[in-house]
């Protein structure tokens, strides 16, 4: 097969949203054009380093006498996602990093923060991307909890950010996450098909990428 320069791409944050969190046990969405349950809330703007995905196997080698190497087997294959939500001003993102029992009020009434022990409870997570030529790409994280969250940096020339790590455990399936890829085209047809006849169908998400006009 040849090589062929279309399939190169790179990954873009989606126009109008790219980050949701949402209770374990929401709804999930199946495809990368599915709309979210309303019970995912956004998390806003990340920093320009983007998303990053970490889900290299851990392995063992067992070795024979003689120093031959006769075996090699997994100890692990962890599944973590790090971001940095620079939106320190969303009540949603205060909650993801906190825990949302100890994140109360809002901007008008002031916002109070607990900051305690409590341990971060398992969640749902959702990150959309555009690709090259308009392809959207979702990443469904059924189950997953904070595990790190880098030190907090008040300066006067960079915003505030919460340079966070999630990490996955298995679904039902035993999944750790799901990804869903789709060209924009595939997915309009899609959407019109799966409507009774005589209906319009949905409009399309948008699929822009964040920060194009």
Not at 19 to 39: I, M, N
Not at 51 to 77: C, H, I, M, R, Y
Not at 96 to 120: C, F
Not at 130 to 149: H, M, W, Y
């Amino acid at each position: 097969m040849a090589n062929t320069a279309t399939n190169v791409t790179a990954g873009k944050p989606k126009k109008g949203g790219h980050a949701y969190r949402a209770p374990l046990g929401t709804k999930l969405p199946t495809s990368a054009t599915e709309t979210l349950d309303t019970a995912f809330k956004s998390l806003g703007y990340f920093s320009e380093d983007g998303l990053t995905n970490a889900n290299s196997p851990t392995s063992e080698k067992l070795k024979a006498w003689g120093g031959d190497t006769v075996l090699n087997f997994q100890t692990e294959k962890p599944d973590t996602f790090k971001f940095n939500m620079i939106e320190a001003l969303n009540i949603d993102v205060l909650k993801a990093v906190y825990g949302d029992a100890n994140v109360t009020g809002d901007l008008t009434a002031g916002i109070h923060i607990r900051a305690n022990s409590d341990e971060q409870v398992d969640c749902s997570w959702v990150f959309d991307m555009v690709l090259k030529n308009g392809v959207a790409k979702r990443i469904v994280v059924p189950c997953a909890s904070v595990t790190n969250v880098e030190e907090i940096v008040y300066k006067d020339n960079a915003p505030v950010g919460y340079n966070t790590t999630i990490s996955a455990v298995p679904d039902e399936g035993g999944d750790y996450h799901h990804e869903y890829i789709i060209s924009t085209a595939a997915g309009a047809s899609a959407a019109s098909v799966s409507h009774e006849e005589g209906e319009p169908a949905a409009a399309d998400p948008d699929t822009t990428e964040e920060g194009a006009e």
